[in-house]
């Protein structure tokens, strides 16, 4: 498990044609991919092989067409669905050790209160071993040393805190582990899987790392570093319990990956990059050694530290293109799930054999993919208009003149995160309807180290948002993009963005799609979730603080001057995004007479999980865009269309 990134997950961001003829296409490539392909749900994805190698679990949907685990024999097509999940679809799960059971974390229509809940594969039975009402429960340590033991962080004593309990999975009891201070926002259990870590956040938005000998004894300051360093933290406890591998940019700019003795402090530097930090590890299931370390640099790449994994990355290296990843082993290391991502395929799965070095075909995610012509997503660079050096990515549609084509500029959410070369359904689909793509990691995005972080702070609304300008006038003066033609769009803080896009800069975007974006910076940080209060410090020091500054920086002050028209769409449960963020913008547009759009799903919160709300919400944002940009359009299907009318505000 991977505690670093625990905080940054709650913070962050789920036919007919016709054809206009503003958009000219070779008879070859003049095929539109249906939405549903690239929207719906999966036909079969995260394979993992059981702990006991004898079986493979993966999601697929069931005859309903919800996402649900399913068991086969490994070798065989005994496919089984074992979950019975009726409504949002299963995105996530786990094996038991046991080989008999699989876990899984699930909330109820997208309010984030997840609970976990537990499969017995024999009996079909499920069971919520978090069964508190109205608590997010996360997995906080799993180790198969422990089968029969989880521990999972619950904020059941005090809903702003998450504690650490200890779960016993085969009688159901639930014990407490580790008690939460009030600053603790991550939790790492040592190599005997006891809580032996905490990381804190201070009240300026810095961070301690707190460690202890046992559980009985107090805890203590083992690090500690200031709120201008990156967005690091702990990612594991060493073979012997005694260092911690953490990533911190403390005396370099960006995050490294530091072996930090427990009882000295003494740190050694494992891994690091100038620019880029350090993205996440590898490490061995058994033996909890430390394998490699992953960096996302245009492209995302690992540098592997165990020779022995080294060589089998080298024989998976020639199997097919794509970036390898190792998403599952068995109890013995001696066979392993392989993923492959690149920009222009599904994704492919393979099970590999250590010692024969065979690697085999499980499955792509969306085979029907493979039937399309797919566009390459270009890493790219600019120079912002203060001279900062910006990166990001170009995607352009397939048989089309690269000259002065319409453009969707698809703004990433967080902002504490960036965009990372792959295949995107997003940049597929508005490639293949004839737009060009601008993926642009403004700072403040992650993943560049601290300078690039830190340039962020208190420029939302700011220099973040010039360097989207920025960024379509490097486009434009490229000869690739007609300036009049640029729509603006994304989810959460791409939300937020696409306001800031049509309200401070009314002319500069020919329309804006705005998915559960903040209006109002004052009103999201009143109704944020409560269990945010551990980082409520990290949004003062990147965000900004004060009521008046964060008005200025605020779309819903300056809705009188938008002139694009503009679709919002939103989750009525969303706890990150208040629904009334996006129903206070479109009152004061109402008001003020200005066009706008409103698509609420009862069903959904920070996006849209369930495949048919994405379907029909991207189906009325395929026919606004074509409105004003004038690419091509896959008609309504008859069920979209009945679902919009439901859920379009009048």
């Not at 309990?165 to 159901?172: E, V």
């Not at 024989?315 to 990843?325: C, I, N, P, T």
């Not at 002050?557 to 002139?563: N, Q, V």
């Not at 008859?638 to 679902?643: M, S």
Request: proline share 5%; net charge neutral; glycine share 8%.
């Amino acid at each position: 498990m991977n505690r670093r990134h625990a905080w940054l997950a709650l913070v962050c961001l789920l036919t007919v044609v016709q054809v206009l003829p503003a958009v000219a296409q070779t008879a070859a490539d003049n095929v539109v991919i249906p939405r549903k392909v690239l929207f719906g749900n999966p036909e079969r994805t995260s394979p993992r092989i059981s702990p006991d190698g004898a079986r493979l679990a993966y999601l697929a949907p069931d005859s309903k067409g919800v996402l649900n685990v399913w068991v086969r024999s490994v070798g065989k097509t005994d496919d089984e669905v074992v979950t019975s999940d009726k409504k949002r679809g299963i995105r996530s799960f786990l094996w038991q050790f046991d080989s008999q059971h699989v876990l899984y974390i699930q909330d109820r229509d997208g309010d984030e209160n997840w609970h976990l809940y537990q499969t017995d594969l024999k009996t079909k039975m499920t069971r919520d071993l978090t069964p508190f009402e109205g608590i997010q429960a996360q997995v906080a340590e799993y180790f198969q040393q422990f089968p029969d033991t989880i521990l999972a962080a619950l904020n059941v004593r005090d809903r702003r805190f998450h504690d650490v309990y200890r779960i016993n999975l085969k009688t159901g009891a639930v014990e407490m582990e580790a008690e939460n201070p009030g600053d603790v926002a991550g939790w790492t259990a040592d190599n005997n899987l006891r809580v032996r870590g905490a990381q804190a956040t201070t009240p300026d938005g810095g961070t301690i790392i707190r460690v202890r000998g046992d559980e009985k004894s107090p805890w203590r300051e083992l690090m500690k570093w200031g709120p201008d360093e990156t967005l690091g933290g702990v990612f594991a406890f060493s073979p012997d319990n005694r260092s911690l591998w953490v990533g911190t940019s403390v005396g370099a700019n960006a995050t490294q990956l530091l072996e930090v003795d427990v009882d000295t402090g003494k740190t050694k530097v494992v891994a690091g990059d100038p620019q880029y930090d350090v993205d996440d590890v590898m490490i061995n299931n058994k033996t909890h050694a430390l394998e490699g370390v992953s960096f996302i640099r245009s492209k995302p790449q690992w540098a592997l530290l165990d020779k022995s994994v080294a060589a089998d990355f080298e024989v998976l290296s020639k199997v097919r293109d794509g970036v390898v990843s190792v998403v599952g082993r068995d109890r013995d290391d001696k066979n392993w799930v392989v993923r492959y991502v690149s920009d222009r395929a599904p994704v492919y799965f393979y099970s590999y054999d250590r010692a024969s070095k065979k690697a085999t075909l499980l499955f792509s995610n969306q085979p029907k993919l493979e039937g399309y012509k797919l566009a390459a997503m270009e890493p790219i660079s600019f120079k912002a208009r203060d001279g900062m050096e910006i990166y990001g990515y170009l995607t352009l549609p397939v048989g089309v003149e690269p000259k002065n084509l319409p453009m969707v500029m698809w703004v990433h959410g967080g902002p504490w995160a960036r965009d990372v070369w792959g295949l995107s359904s997003y940049a597929q689909w508005f490639a293949n309807r004839g737009y060009a793509v601008l993926q642009v990691n403004f700072r403040g995005s992650t993943g560049y180290g601290k300078k690039y972080l830190n340039a962020g702070d208190r420029e939302w609304g700011g220099t973040m948002h010039t360097d989207l300008l920025d960024g379509k006038e490097w486009a434009v003066k490229r000869g690739v993009v007609n300036a009049d033609k640029v729509c603006i769009m994304g989810g959460s803080y791409g939300g937020y963005a696409t306001l800031v896009g049509v309200t401070f800069t009314p002319d500069a975007f020919a329309c804006g799609v705005d998915i559960v974006g903040p209006s109002n910076l004052n009103t999201l940080l009143k109704t944020i979730p409560p269990y945010w209060a551990t980082i409520k410090a990290v949004f003062d020091k990147r965000m900004g603080t004060g009521e008046e500054f964060l008005n200025s920086r605020s779309p819903l002050f300056k809705a009188d001057r938008i002139k694009a028209p503009l679709l919002i769409g939103q989750g009525a449960n969303d706890p990150r995004v208040n629904k009334a963020e996006s129903d206070q913008i479109v009152a004061a547009m109402k008001k003020n007479h200005k066009p706008v759009e409103y698509i609420v799903f009862p069903d959904e919160g920070h996006g849209f999980a369930r495949p048919e709300n994405r379907e029909a919400f991207n189906a009325a944002a395929e026919t606004f865009l074509a409105k004003t940009l004038g690419g091509r359009v896959q008609p309504p299907t008859e069920q979209e269309a009945k679902l919009l009318e439901q859920v379009t505000q009048k």
